[in-house]
C-alpha cells in the first residue's frame, strides 16, 4: 500500500493540551446550558408579586360573611351582620403599616423553598364576641405561629370549596411554625367538629369564652351600632315576657350555652385537644392567659408581660414592642364598645337562665370560671 500523507494527518491523535482546553470547554457549555435552563423554568413560576391574590381570598371571606346563617339550626339570628369587620379579619389601625412593611419583607420569603402552606394545626373555633381577635394578635407576636387574618369560614360555610381552597387561604410557614385560624362561629356549628376531625383529628382546639350574659349584651350592642332599628334587647330576649321565658332561638342567647355545643366538639376531640381561654383574664391578665396558650400549644414563652400595656380608656390591653419607645397599639375602633343600659331584671333572669348551663361547664372543663 502507498503512503499517503492525507491519511497520515487525518490520524493524527490530538495533544493532552488540546484534549484539557476541550474538556473544559464542554463543560463550560453544560453549566451556561443548565443556568439559562434553571432561569427560565424559575421566571415561568415567579408568582406575580401583587396582592391580586390576597385581596380575592378577604373577598371570599366577605361575599361568605353575607350569606345567611351560620348553621346554628332553628337559630333565630338577628346578629348576622354582613358587615361584622371582625368577620373580614380587621386589622390594628395603628398597626396596618408595620403589618405592610413585614408583608413586603416576605415577598422575598418564596424563594425560600422551605416555606409552603399548609392546612392549620390549630384552630381558635370559638366565641363569638368573647375576645378571639385579641387573642389571634396576641399569637401573631410569637415568631413560631402564622396565622390568616381574616376569618376563612371554611367548615361552616365554605366547605364545599375543598381543602386545597382551604390551604391556599393559609401564610407560608416554614418547618416549626405553626399554621393557625380563628372563625368563632365554628364551636356552635354543629357539623364543624366532625369535619375538623376529618381534615385532622390531631388538630389542636381553642375556645375563648366569656360570662354569657356579658357576651350577649356584647354581641347585640354590635349589631345595633349596624342596624340601630333592630328590637330592644329585652325584648328580643323573652319569648313571653310577662311569662319570662328566655328565647334560646336567638342566637345571642344560643351561643352562650357553652356546655350544650361542648358536647358534640367530644364527641369527636379529647378534652386534652380543647383549651378554654378566659375572655376576662385575656383582659385583667393577658401575660398569664399567652401563658396557658404558648404551653398548650407547645411553643416557647415568648409572649409576656412586656409586650402589653393596659389603656384606661378603651378598657383592654393594648400592644408594645418591648424592645422600644413606640406608642402602644391598641385594637381597631370597633372594641371596646359603651354597653346600652338593660333592665336590670332582665340581666338577673339572663344570669339564672345560664347558672345551669355555667355548672355543668365549669365541670365539663375542670374550671369555674366565676360567672355565677
Known amino acids: 500500500m502507498e503512503y499517503s500523507p492525507i491519511l497520515h494527518s487525518l490520524h493524527v491523535v490530538p495533544s493532552p493540551h488540546v484534549k484539557n482546553k476541550l474538556?473544559?470547554?464542554?463543560?463550560?457549555?453544560?453549566?451556561?446550558?443548565?443556568?439559562?435552563?434553571?432561569?427560565?423554568?424559575?421566571?415561568?413560576?415567579?408568582?406575580?408579586?401583587t396582592y391580586g391574590s390576597v385581596n380575592r381570598h378577604e373577598s371570599n371571606a366577605?361575599?361568605?360573611?353575607?350569606?345567611?346563617?351560620?348553621?346554628l339550626g332553628a337559630s333565630r339570628d338577628l346578629l348576622n351582620n354582613e358587615n361584622d369587620l371582625d368577620s373580614r379579619g380587621e386589622e390594628w389601625d395603628d398597626i396596618r403599616g408595620e403589618t405592610k412593611a413585614l408583608d413586603d419583607n416576605a415577598m422575598s420569603s418564596f424563594l425560600n423553598e422551605s416555606e409552603s402552606k399548609k392546612l392549620p394545626q390549630a384552630i381558635i373555633i370559638g366565641v363569638k364576641k368573647g375576645g378571639t381577635r385579641a387573642l389571634l394578635e396576641f399569637l401573631r407576636?410569637?415568631?413560631?405561629?402564622?396565622?390568616?387574618?381574616?376569618?376563612?369560614?371554611?367548615?361552616?360555610?365554605?366547605?364545599?370549596?375543598?381543602?386545597?381552597?382551604?390551604?391556599?387561604?393559609?401564610?407560608?410557614?416554614?418547618?416549626?411554625?405553626l399554621t393557625m385560624e380563628k372563625t368563632p362561629s365554628y364551636y356552635v356549628t354543629k357539623e364543624v367538629p366532625a369535619r375538623i376531625y376529618t381534615m385532622s383529628k390531631?388538630?389542636?382546639?381553642?375556645?375563648?369564652?366569656?360570662?354569657?350574659?356579658?357576651?350577649?349584651?356584647?354581641?347585640?350592642?354590635?349589631?345595633r351600632s349596624k342596624k340601630p332599628d333592630i328590637?330592644?334587647?329585652?325584648?328580643?330576649?323573652?319569648?313571653?315576657?310577662?311569662?319570662?321565658?328566655?328565647?334560646?332561638?336567638?342566637?345571642?342567647?344560643?351561643?352562650?350555652?357553652?356546655?350544650?355545643?361542648?358536647?358534640?366538639?367530644?364527641q369527636f376531640f379529647p378534652m386534652e385537644q380543647l383549651l378554654f381561654v378566659s375572655g376576662e383574664r385575656l383582659i385583667s391578665d393577658p401575660a398569664g392567659e399567652m401563658t396557658r396558650v404558648q404551653d398548650f400549644l407547645r411553643i416557647r414563652r415568648v409572649v409576656t408581660e412586656k409586650h402589653f400595656h393596659f389603656n384606661p380608656a378603651k378598657g383592654f390591653p393594648c400592644l408594645k414592642r418591648?424592645?422600644?419607645?413606640?406608642?402602644?397599639?391598641?385594637?381597631?375602633?370597633?372594641?371596646?364598645?359603651?354597653?346600652?343600659?338593660?333592665?336590670p331584671e332582665v340581666v338577673q333572669k339572663l344570669r339564672d337562665f345560664y347558672k345551669p348551663?355555667?355548672?355543668?361547664?365549669?365541670?365539663?372543663?375542670?374550671?369555674?370560671?366565676g360567672w355565677n
Open 322 to 343: 418591648p424592645e422600644g419607645n413606640s406608642k402602644p397599639h391598641c385594637l381597631g375602633k370597633t372594641k371596646g364598645r359603651t354597653h346600652p343600659n338593660i333592665n
Open 357 to 369: 348551663f355555667n355548672s355543668k361547664f365549669y365541670k365539663m372543663t375542670g374550671h369555674d370560671f
Open 141 to 177: 407576636l410569637h415568631p413560631d405561629i402564622r396565622a390568616v387574618g381574616a376569618e376563612p369560614h371554611f367548615f361552616d360555610r365554605n366547605y364545599d370549596k375543598g381543602l386545597e381552597w382551604y390551604r391556599e387561604l393559609m401564610p407560608k410557614s416554614s418547618e416549626g411554625q
Open 62 to 71: 366577605e361575599v361568605s360573611d353575607s350569606q345567611a346563617g351560620s348553621s
Open 202 to 223: 390531631d388538630t389542636k382546639l381553642i375556645v375563648v369564652v366569656r360570662d354569657p350574659v356579658t357576651r350577649a349584651i356584647s354581641d347585640y350592642t354590635q349589631t
Open 231 to 266: 328590637p330592644s334587647f329585652e325584648s328580643l330576649t323573652f319569648k313571653n315576657m310577662s311569662a319570662g321565658l328566655i328565647d334560646t332561638t336567638w342566637s345571642a342567647v344560643q351561643i352562650g350555652m357553652y356546655a350544650k355545643h361542648l358536647e358534640r366538639w367530644l
Open 23 to 49: 474538556f473544559v470547554f464542554c463543560i463550560m457549555l453544560s453549566l451556561w446550558v443548565y443556568m439559562i435552563y434553571c432561569c427560565v423554568g424559575y421566571c415561568s413560576t415567579m408568582p406575580n408579586p
